[in-house]
């Protein structure tokens, strides 16, 4: 795949002009819940490590970006032991169902002009700015939020493989979902090889990023999220032409079998510390 990063690419991308949770996502969706939860299996373990080597703890007030159902919120609080989250979500009904002491739910659109919850020792989003316009002004606003001396991280898709990839059902689905999901709701990822730079250019200071790809086996947590995501997106990536009904299947078929042997998309993420003032 071509790794696109001319500014114009940056913004949001034509014909991406509805918003996530609209056509596609509903948080309202019978099981969407369940599909976001299979996305954080596959991740929760390696956000939470890099946010608990980057010092997040006790003391700590984080906010966590388009928090969706609150696992990464929830492990802050309960296994890294900090003081508050705030979850900010444009739908906060999983984040207000039984929220822990210490979580407190905020219902806001990131976009809006006036979003302004507070400064913050941590401010996490993951898998958030690929689906918003312009992940520059966007990771501008999130480092704005940080405390001096506060760190941000930003997780979002990255896709190494697909672009050479044999052709087969399941590399044309993961086609078929870039563009379909570009075309619908705005969903970029040609820019998240970018994004240690956009931090950078942020103000942040030592500034790094890692890649993990989770592997592809049958019935894992990351199997079953594509398997969900792709049976959501289904009109989506069909209406592409790069993928009809009967090869979406097929590839589904081959993301369940035993043998399947190909790479999935993983997750980059990037972090950047605020300034502190000097001692
Ligand atoms: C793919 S989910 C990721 C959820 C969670 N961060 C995780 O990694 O498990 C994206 C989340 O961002 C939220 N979101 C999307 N656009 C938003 C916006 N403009 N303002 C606030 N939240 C938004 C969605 O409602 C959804 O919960």
């Known amino acids: 795949m071509a790794v696109e990063t001319s500014s114009a690419d940056r913004e949001r991308p034509p014909g991406g002009e509805g918003h996530y949770g609209e056509r596609i996502f509903r948080p309202g969706d019978s099981g969407e819940a369940d599909r976001i939860d299979h996305g954080a299996l596959a991740y929760d373990a390696i956000t939470l490590a890099r946010l608990r080597r980057l010092g997040a703890g006790p003391g700590w007030r984080c906010l966590d970006v388009g928090a969706g159902t609150g696992s990464v919120a929830r492990a802050l609080l309960r296994d890294a032991g900090v003081a508050e989250v705030v979850a900010v979500d444009r739908d906060t009904r999983f984040l207000a169902e039984d929220p822990p002491e210490g979580l407190t739910p905020l219902e806001a659109d990131v ?166 003032p000097a001692n």
């Open 111 to 276: 976009l809006a002009d006036g979003f302004d919850p507070g400064r913050f020792d941590l401010v996490h989003a993951r898998f958030v700015l690929m689906h918003l316009p312009d992940p520059a002004r966007m990771t501008a606003r999130l480092a704005g939020l940080l405390a001096p001396g506060g760190v941000l991280v930003v997780g979002d898709a990255v896709d190494l493989t697909t672009g050479a990839a044999p052709d087969g059902p399941v590399t044309a689905a993961v086609r078929a979902m870039w563009r379909g999901l570009r075309d619908t709701i705005g969903t970029n990822v040609s820019w998240v090889p970018d994004c240690p730079r956009l931090l950078t250019e942020a103000g942040l200071e030592s500034v790094a990023a890692e890649i993990h790809v989770p592997p592809l086996e049958a019935g894992s947590p990351i199997s079953r999220f594509w398997a969900d995501t792709w049976e959501r997106s289904r009109d989506a990536m069909t209406a592409t032409g790069l993928v009809d009904d009967e090869g979406l299947d097929e590839a589904l078929r081959s993301l369940g079998a035993a043998e399947f042997a190909g790479f999935s998309p993983g997750m980059l993420t990037a972090w950047g510390r605020a300034p502190a």
